[in-house]
């Protein structure tokens, strides 16, 4: 009786410890595709309409850029182009009456053309009418020219103008903070009624939705995985582990010596590839946390 008691205590702890212990595949921390959205015009932050952990969607408007100035501009830009389109020549319209000296000059010879050849007209009179409509069509060849050409020049000038409010067109709409992905602000680098300058940070987002586990694989475990394969990937929530599923999204195509946040130096002194699994996030997971996957 006493050596089939030793028998069960001795199955019950060899049970427990086989439950208790995990071998996992590779292991590392839990990253996000995180994005510093910087100004892009100068001017001062009139609002900033987020606070860090605030979830926003992508091109979602969150804040306004001083635009008083282009906007100016931009009107100053229509009222020249408004000038200049009144310089333009309405070359049919100012035309249109020496055209019509030539159309009654081309009448009155197609009649004295007519009595020439009846011999009871002046040759004269033809040839002098004949005169007159040539130095007409010089004069509207002329003029048609010069009009034409500065229809020309200021129809340059207008497309100058023209292009000149696209470009403030961009600005304004640069004065319009938005989010780039959908996700959550991270990072909040100023406050309304702050001065920024081009390049100046505003914010750091996160997508937080889908979450990034880098590993690092050893070289007989890159053998069983390729990039789309989906595994096991194990997160501890302090007495709780939990698990999620995972997709192999990259792997680097050269070793490398383990990081030193491995723990043991002999870890450390192996060759491994880096990979980055994909994990949905039920909004658990956070930056930094540590995760195991299985193959």
């Known amino acids: 009786m006493k050596r089939t008691f030793i028998y069960l205590i001795i199955i019950a ?24 959205v910087s ?57 249109a009456a020496i055209k019509q000296q030539i159309k009654n000059l081309e009448i009155e010879r197609q009649r004295a053309e007519n009595l ?20 007409l069509n010089k004069q509207l060849a002329a003029g048609v020219n010069t009009m034409s050409k500065a229809n020309i020049s200021i129809s340059k000038e207008r497309e100058s103008l023209i292009s000149q409010i696209e470009v403030l ?38 997508d ?12 007989d475990i890159m053998t069983k995985v ?12 302090g007495d709780e582990s939990k698990e999620y599923v995972g997709v192999i999204s990259w792997i680097s195509p050269k070793a490398e010596f383990t990081p030193k946040t491995i723990q043991t130096k002999d870890e450390r002194e192996n060759l491994v590839y880096a990979a980055k699994v994909i994990v949905k996030n039920d909004g658990f997971i956070k930056i930094g946390m540590f995760g195991e996957i299985k193959i």
């Open 13 to 36: 702890s060899l049970a427990t410890s086989c439950g208790n212990s995990k071998e996992f595949d590779a292991t590392g921390n839990f990253e996000s595709t995180e994005i510093i």
């Open 169 to 206: 067109n961009d600005q304004l709409s640069k004065t319009k903070i938005k989010s780039p992905i959908s996700g959550t602000i991270i990072t909040k680098y100023i406050q309304a009624g702050e001065l920024l300058t081009i390049g100046k940070p505003i914010f750091k987002i996160a």
């Open 226 to 237: 390729k990039i789309g394969q989906n595994v096991k990937v194990f997160v501890d929530f």
């Open 116 to 135: 020439v050849n009846k011999n009871v007209g002046n040759q004269k009179q033809l040839d002098e009418i004949n005169y007159q409509i040539e130095v």
């Open 208 to 219: 937080i939705n889908e979450m990034i586990l880098r590993v690092y694989l050893s070289a």
């Open 39 to 95: 100004s892009e015009v100068i001017g001062k932050l009139i609002t900033l309409n987020v606070n860090e952990g605030d979830l926003v969607k992508q091109d979602s408007v969150i804040g306004y850029v001083d635009s008083t100035q282009l906007f100016f501009q931009k009107e100053r830009l229509i009222k020249s182009i408004d000038a200049v389109g009144a310089k333009m020549s309405d070359i049919p319209l100012q035309t």
